[in-house]
């Protein structure tokens, strides 16, 4: 199965810097870590045409799932949904277990207090509204459901924007779906400080090293200004045997550490994850 995955964040607040992306990031950090691949990442305003647009684009692009998160709430500007439906042409109608899911939310909240009734609203009903197809995914945190679908082979996985709902609706019931596709890959890297040189000295080290160790990635990211040279590097790869993404990672290290030592810079080792 493909380990390929675009991530997809709707949501007009996210257009007009209101809202950073943290979402995003955050998803695209747990699925790497994973050890699957973030082809893109998008943004959309919450404009059903818009959303349609995307999706069928991200669909096209053939990664395995497509991440969505935003726009499943009760408000008029919720059409996350909407967009979808029109994107996969299927019809938007109430699901039950989706619907039993928000009633029982709301009578829990007004089991502690939280609100008088429980009634189900037409905006209520319509966080049970998906499109045919489609199962819900319990939300351990908020009440709006999140929502996978299987279309042409894709998997799409529709999660709220709040991200703690984003968040434990992901570890609680995408994780396992993710950890299947991936096998047995690890994702390891590391990072390396380097002083003493600017970073235009630096890409040729670059190039070189990643010449000599295909599968290892680097980034160099400035952290000080040209008169005062620091860069972090930043090292990543994907493996099958977590001894041997370390141990690329250790041969690329080493190898560069010795050409920016060469070039009278000094390295210092950051830090390492996997």
Do not use: C
Not at 42 to 62: F, K, L, W
Not at 146 to 170: D, H, N, Q, R, W
Not at 216 to 236: M, T
Request: charged share 25%; net charge neutral.
């Amino acid at each position: 199965m493909s380990q390929e995955i675009e991530i997809v964040s709707v949501g007009t607040e996210l257009l007009i810097g209101k809202t950073l992306n943290t979402n995003a990031q955050w998803l695209a950090k747990r699925a790497t870590t994973l050890g699957l691949k973030v082809n893109r990442v998008t943004a959309v305003g919450d404009d059903v045409d818009e959303i349609s647009n995307i999706m069928g684009e991200a669909i096209q692009r053939g990664s395995s799932f497509i991440l969505v998160t935003g726009g499943l709430g009760p408000t008029f500007d919720d059409k996350t949904l909407e967009g979808i439906a029109k994107a996969v042409e299927r019809d938007l109608k109430i699901h039950d277990l989706a619907l039993k899911m928000v009633k029982e939310k709301y009578q829990r909240y007004v089991e502690e207090g939280r609100m008088e009734k429980a009634e189900l609203t037409p905006p209520r009903v319509k966080m049970a509204t998906l499109p045919e197809g489609s199962k819900p995914l319990p939300n351990p945190v908020g009440t709006a459901p999140g929502v996978i679908l299987e279309y042409e082979g894709k998997t799409l996985i529709v999660l709220p924007g709040v991200p703690s709902e984003m968040k434990a609706i992901f570890e609680e019931s995408v994780i396992p779906l993710l950890r299947k596709a991936a096998g047995n890959k690890t994702f390891f890297e590391t990072s390396l400080e380097a002083r003493g040189i600017v970073e235009s000295e630096v890409a040729p080290l670059i190039d070189q090293t990643m010449h000599s160790n295909p599968y290892v990635y680097i980034k160099s990211h400035p952290k000080g200004e040209e008169k005062v040279p620091q860069l972090e590097l930043h090292f990543s790869t994907t493996a099958e045997d977590p001894k041997e993404a370390r141990n690329r990672i250790s041969r690329a290290l080493i190898q560069i550490s010795e050409l920016i030592q060469g070039k009278g810079g000094k390295v210092k080792l950051l830090k390492g994850e996997g």
